[in-house]
């Protein structure tokens, strides 16, 4: 049984491989780069190194050489002791030590490991199937020599008419720009103008609108005819009486005297028994009347009484 396999199987998963008392295999990604005179293009991979003094058994490999070729793991741990035992008798007769699609190991004459990675196998699973390749190198040479003969063969000829007319055209475009930009300033300008024009008589049209206005005198050539109202006076049929005189000029004294008083004190028609009342006040409505005579009663004239017509 070979252990290289299993070594190589796990470096595609795992980031070291230590093998108890030989080393460790460790990988590290490395960037796609380019090489050699800028053409050959090698993508992403996994470098392999390898470090002798990683020594420690951490089980993984046994466990995945048992699991794989359903063994114990201590048959396992004994596959892989007796592989090295043989790496190193070969390495200390100065022989190579070849561990397929991982790499060389040698010793060089101060007794040291050298390793040497194998370049054909990446481990990188992200970059699989992907390989490099060379680009081809562009022969710029060639190419000039090749402008070269295609200009001998057909030169180009600047004439100085050709060109002349290239000048003739740029003025001509220069005249064109400039006629149509003052054609468009000109008609702006006209139009300014006419619309001031039009506002200054539209300004003295209107001020002679409103003179007229103030100075027009309006007639009403049918006048309606006027219209008289008669406003009926409000009755007040409810009197309070201070006294009735038979002699007129008795009742214009007592009225006088309740005006002095401050009361609207009024005569009224003479009666049928010839007497002239003299009221103090008169009345629309028999509970204001009422209530007047009562306040009269109490501070005026305790005999005022109440006359309804």
Same mark, same amino acid.
């Given at each position: 049984?070979?252990?290289?396999? $299993?070594?190589?199987?796990?470096?595609?998963?795992?980031?070291?491989?230590?093998? /108890?008392?030989?080393?460790?295999?460790?990988?590290?990604? !490395?960037?796609?780069?380019?090489?050699? &005179?800028? =053409?050959?293009?090698?993508?992403?991979?996994?470098?392999?190194?390898?470090?002798?003094?990683?020594?420690?058994?951490?089980?993984?490999?046994?466990? $995945?050489?048992?699991? !794989?070729?359903?063994?114990?793991?201590?048959?396992?741990?004994?596959?892989?002791?007796?592989?090295?035992?043989?790496?190193?008798?070969?390495?200390?007769?100065?022989?190579?030590?070849?561990?397929?699609?991982?790499?060389?190991?040698?010793?060089?004459?101060?007794?040291?490991?050298?390793?040497?990675?194998?370049?054909?196998?990446?481990?990188?699973?992200?970059? %699989?199937?992907?390989?490099?390749?060379?680009?081809?190198?562009?022969?710029?040479?060639? *190419?000039?020599?090749?402008?070269?003969? *295609?200009?001998?063969?057909? /030169?180009?000829?600047?004439?100085?008419?050709?060109?002349?007319?290239?000048?003739?055209?740029?003025?001509?475009?220069?005249?064109?720009? %400039?006629?149509?930009?003052?054609?468009?300033?000109?008609?702006?300008? $006209?139009?300014?103008?006419? +619309?001031?024009?039009?506002?200054?008589?539209?300004?003295?049209? !209107?001020?002679?609108?409103?003179?007229?206005? !103030?100075?027009?005198?309006?007639?009403?050539?049918?006048?309606?005819? &006027?219209?008289?109202?008669?406003?009926?006076?409000?009755?007040? /049929?409810?009197?309070?009486?201070?006294?009735?005189?038979?002699?007129?000029?008795?009742?214009?004294?007592? *009225?006088?005297? #309740?005006?002095?008083?401050?009361?609207?004190?009024?005569?009224?028609?003479?009666?049928? &028994?010839?007497?002239? /009342?003299?009221?103090?006040?008169?009345? =629309?409505?028999?509970?204001?009347?009422? #209530?007047?005579?009562?306040? @009269?009663?109490?501070?005026?004239?305790?005999? +005022?009484?109440? #006359? @309804?017509?």
């Amino acid at each position: 049984m070979t252990i290289e396999k $299993h070594i190589s199987a796990l470096l595609y998963r795992f980031q070291c491989v230590t093998l /108890p008392g030989f080393g460790a295999f460790i990988s590290e990604i !490395q960037s796609a780069k380019v090489a050699g &005179s800028a =053409s050959t293009f090698n993508p992403p991979k996994k470098v392999i190194t390898f470090n002798p003094n990683v020594k420690n058994n951490d089980g993984l490999l046994a466990n $995945h050489i048992a699991l !794989q070729e359903n063994i114990s793991f201590e048959k396992a741990t004994e596959v892989i002791a007796l592989e090295v035992s043989k790496w190193i008798a070969s390495l200390e007769q100065r022989e190579k030590v070849v561990i397929k699609n991982i790499g060389e190991i040698s010793t060089n004459t101060d007794l040291n490991w050298v390793f040497e990675p194998c370049e054909d196998v990446n481990y990188l699973t992200s970059s %699989f199937g992907l390989t490099g390749f060379v680009s081809p190198l562009v022969t710029r040479e060639e *190419l000039k020599a090749q402008v070269e003969e *295609l200009e001998e063969k057909a /030169p180009i000829i600047f004439t100085t008419e050709r060109k002349n007319n290239y000048g003739f055209l740029k003025y001509a475009a220069s005249i064109v720009l %400039f006629l149509g930009v003052g054609a468009i300033g000109y008609k702006m300008y $006209h139009d300014q103008q006419i +619309a001031n024009q039009t506002l200054f008589v539209e300004k003295q049209v !209107q001020e002679k609108v409103n003179h007229k206005i !103030q100075e027009a005198t309006f007639f009403i050539s049918n006048p309606l005819n &006027s219209v008289e109202l008669t406003v009926k006076e409000e009755l007040k /049929p409810y009197h309070i009486i201070a006294g009735a005189y038979r002699n007129e000029e008795n009742a214009q004294a007592a *009225l006088n005297n #309740l005006k002095e008083r401050g009361f609207t004190a009024r005569l009224l028609e003479k009666n049928k &028994s010839g007497l002239i /009342p003299v009221a103090y006040d008169s009345y =629309s409505s028999l509970d204001e009347a009422q #209530l007047a005579k009562q306040k @009269i009663q109490q501070e005026h004239n305790t005999e +005022a009484w109440l #006359l @309804i017509d």
